[in-house]
């Protein structure tokens, strides 16, 4: 699917759609003004984006676009025209839960007692505790 050249104005539409939140306005040495973005995810990253407003270019180079796209976004370009356009937030907002992963050293002591990662994986907290019970059990 063929999209229009992202302007610095879909690039705020998009953060304001999703819900971003604006932590900083700047003005630089030379009069330009960028406003930066975060997003806090479900997995606990933290998805951080800066929109510059140069007075002589409204849109986006394609290599610079692409890697607002991917690095600071983390979305496809048909996400990011359906939040533009059509108000469509992206699902990742509401993929998971926080707090509802397996701790880190319960991770660990899994896979000492020699639980296969891939099991472990599909784990929720709750059974990888009863899991860990039966092997402390059994020592």
């Known amino acids: 699917m063929s999209f229009p050249a992202p302007t610095r104005a879909d690039h705020q539409k998009f953060c304001e759609g999703e819900g971003w939140t604006r932590v900083r306005t ?8 960028h406003l930066t973005f975060e997003l806090t995810l479900p997995d606990g990253r933290v998805l951080r984006t800066r929109i510059s407003h140069p007075p002589d270019r409204s849109t986006y180079g394609r290599a610079m676009w692409g890697h607002i796209l991917r690095d600071q976004l983390d ?6 025209w ?4 059509d108000k469509v937030v992206p699902t990742r907002a509401f993929t ?3 707090g509802t992963g397996i701790p880190a050293a319960l991770v660990h ?3 000492t007692h020699g639980v296969p990662e891939s099991e472990v994986a599909a784990m929720t907290r709750a059974q990888a505790l009863e899991r860990l019970n039966e092997l402390w059990a059994r020592e």
Not at 26 to 33: D, S
Not at 82 to 85: D, E, I, L, N
């Open 82 to 85: 359906a939040c533009v356009r």
């Open 109 to 111: 002591q899994l896979l």
């Open 75 to 80: 979305v496809t370009e048909d996400v990011f």
């Open 26 to 33: 700047a003005r630089g040495k030379t009069g330009t003004h």
């Open 96 to 98: 998971a839960r926080p």
